[in-house]
């Protein structure tokens, strides 16, 4: 197994490449795999996939099945550990993470929100389907074109696809049609688009921020 450096932002996990792979399992309970396509979403290769999910298995956090000779592994959201470790993990390396990080260095974004079914999944909300897209807000003037190409890579990333729409950069306070009114109504996750300090090396949590409700009258 290749070994990599211990995550700067949670130390606690023997590498980057164990803590990205739970975060895309447990930050995703809806999500199962075969190991082959958890290798080519996370780029580690297929023998340390399997040790990897083996030993989270045998901890309790993951959960697999046979499909004939394939197996197929998912988060044991029946774990005791699942909520928090599924909390703490996607806001540091999960969808929040993964996106914010492919966006930040467009230039006209203002700001950055996950709305819509994987946002309030993430809130808590539960749902009767499976999340199948992840929305993206963006507000600004960002160039369209380098904006679906990062999001484009982050699909490819997070084995998702991703649904943007882009608004002003006032369209939260100022808006006031169907659409507008059914984002804000529903729970929403803020992205970390500040650049990273150099000592962090490369490491920042994204914060969950509600829109600013716009004032009556």
Not at 25 to 36: A, I, N, R
Not at 108 to 130: C, K, N, Q, V
Request: proline share 7%.
């Amino acid at each position: 197994m290749e070994k990599t450096a211990t995550p700067a932002l949670l130390p606690i996990f023997r590498s980057q490449q164990q803590a990205e792979l739970l975060a895309l399992l447990l930050g995703d309970p809806d999500l199962e795999v075969s190991l082959t396509e958890l290798s080519r979403l996370t780029g580690i290769a297929h023998p340390s996939v399997f040790r990897e999910v083996t030993r989270a298995e045998s901890a309790g956090l993951l959960k697999s099945r046979r499909v004939g000779r394939t197996r197929l592994v998912r988060a044991d959201v029946d774990s005791p550990y699942y909520d928090g470790l599924a909390e703490v993990l996607t806001r540091a390396f999960g969808v929040p993470r993964v996106i914010a990080d492919a966006i930040r260095d467009i230039a006209g974004i203002e700001d950055a929100y996950l709305f819509g079914s994987w946002a309030a999944r993430h809130a808590g909300t539960r749902g009767a389907r499976p999340v199948g897209d992840i929305d993206v807000l963006v507000l600004g003037t960002p160039d369209r074109d380098a904006l679906y190409a990062a999001l484009h890579g982050a699909e490819r990333r997070l084995g998702r696809e991703i649904q943007v729409t882009i608004r002003d950069a006032g369209w939260l306070e100022e808006g006031h049609d169907s659409f507008h009114d059914t984002v804000v109504a529903r729970p929403m996750l803020r992205l970390d688009l500040t650049p990273p300090r150099r000592s962090d090396r490369g490491a920042r949590t994204p914060a969950d921020h509600q829109p600013r409700r716009p004032t009556p009258g």
